[in-house]
Nanobody
């Protein structure tokens, strides 16, 4: 399966962006999906996860209340709506497909990764 992210860019603090992760080559509809991010000089961290049906979600404390993960299984796509962006949200954002339908998994259980899209939030 190939995952391709889009929607990143430069935005001012307080602004919004919507990231998309389009999958091809195989369905993602029975798998949990997640968004990760990695800022310069920092370790990769999970931002949000969603189970296969979309009925259960997980958010890192740093983004809770500002970010929303969703999915459209018919379109084989996962989204990350990001509002009230802060400079500390600046990072490369990547989507990943889990090896089961669970909402969140150990990072080693994400088998497929996209190349990422850069989000830059200016102050």
């Amino acid at each position: 399966v190939q995952l391709v992210e889009s929607g990143g860019g430069l935005v001012e603090a307080g602004g919004s962006l919507r990231l998309s992760c389009a999958a091809s080559g195989s369905t993602i509809s029975v798998y949990g999906m997640a968004w990760f991010r990695q800022a310069p000089g920092k370790e990769r961290e999970i931002v949000a996860g969603i189970n296969w049906r979309g009925g259960n979600t997980y958010y890192a404390d740093s983004v809770k209340g500002r970010f929303t993960i969703s999915r459209d299984n018919a379109k084989n796509t996962v989204f990350l709506e990001m509002n009230s962006l802060k400079p500390e949200d600046t990072a490369v954002y990547s989507c990943a497909r889990g090896t089961s339908g669970s909402t969140i998994l150990p990072v080693t259980a994400y088998a497929y990764w996209g190349q990422g899209t850069l989000v830059t939030v200016s102050s």
